[in-house]
């Protein structure tokens, strides 16, 4: 199953955007951004937790 997704780059970094990624397929990269910081969410929630314990 896929979901579907809308978003913008937004204006301040559309520039930055652009260059580092110049030819690639945004919603390839966007999606590999995604894939990339979920495991950070859950290291955050770990130490959120063990920080409130």
Do not use: H, K, Y
């Amino acid at each position: 199953m896929v979901a579907a997704m809308n978003c913008s780059v937004p204006e301040a970094v559309a520039p930055r955007f652009g260059q580092a990624f110049a030819g690639e397929n945004r919603r390839a990269v966007l999606t590999r951004l995604l894939v990339q910081a979920l495991p950070a969410t859950g290291r955050l929630a770990r130490r959120v937790c063990l920080a409130a314990q």
